[in-house]
């Protein structure tokens, strides 16, 4: 079993309804001229398993003798050290794939996330040497120091606040996604980042499912 700590839209907001609408679990919900149903559904399985979110904090499994409610007592000790924020977003680019990525300053963001890894680092269990060895091609040298670290390479001065539209597409697909989603934009150019998300694997490949979202303090930072 694994835990996540994510950023999920609250129910009901434009963008949790965009990306209820964007990753629909019906087979052809999504059907654009030019992409194939199948391909479609390929493009967003990864993303549909993992659920609408950014990611605070990597998936990790708790350690030995961790119990859930440690878990739930350190992320609500930091969820109020923080206050909500409002994030413009834009379409980007990120690692091969398209996500929506903060379009100012996202510091704040940055601040939570660090907060978070070095508030949970302590619940972590460590990460097996073969799952280490599976992750490692193609890290540079501060990457695997990080991975080494925290058991994720993709934290503190690595950390990238986005949101995964698709798995890479080809040139051509990945036009067709932008020219979509560019259309939607209303529903998807700001995200009220007020609380933290925990969500589970509760087996190995299974969806990622939320279980608690716990708010951040209420006043919005500047």
Request: glycine share 6%; proline share 6%.
């Amino acid at each position: 079993m694994r835990y996540a700590i994510y950023y999920c839209p609250a129910a009901g907001s434009s963008l949790a309804e965009f990306g209820r609408a964007w990753l629909a679990q019906a087979p052809h919900a999504i059907d654009l001229p030019g992409i194939q149903s199948g391909r479609m559904q390929a493009l967003l399985a990864n993303v549909r398993r993992y659920g609408w979110h950014a990611t605070i904090r990597a998936p990790f499994a708790l350690d030995t003798g961790v119990a859930y409610e440690d878990l739930r007592g350190v992320v609500m000790a930091t969820a109020q050290r923080f206050p909500a924020v409002t994030l413009p977003l834009q379409l980007d680019r990120l690692a091969g794939f398209l996500a929506l990525r903060p379009g100012s300053d996202s510091a704040a963001i940055d601040q939570l996330a660090a907060a978070c890894l070095h508030a949970l680092e302590p619940l972590r269990a460590p990460l097996a040497e073969a799952a280490f060895c599976r992750h490692v091609d193609g890290f540079d040298a501060v990457e695997l120091g990080l991975m080494e670290q925290y058991g994720y390479p993709y934290v503190l001065d690595r950390y990238r606040f986005h949101m995964s539209l698709s798995a890479p597409a080809t040139e051509p697909e990945e036009q067709i996604l932008r020219d979509e989603l560019t259309q939607h934009a209303s529903t998807w150019s700001t995200a009220w980042v007020d609380a933290l998300s925990i969500c589970q694997e509760a087996v190995p490949g299974a969806d990622f499912k939320q279980i608690e979202r716990i708010p951040l303090r209420a006043e919005r930072a500047a």
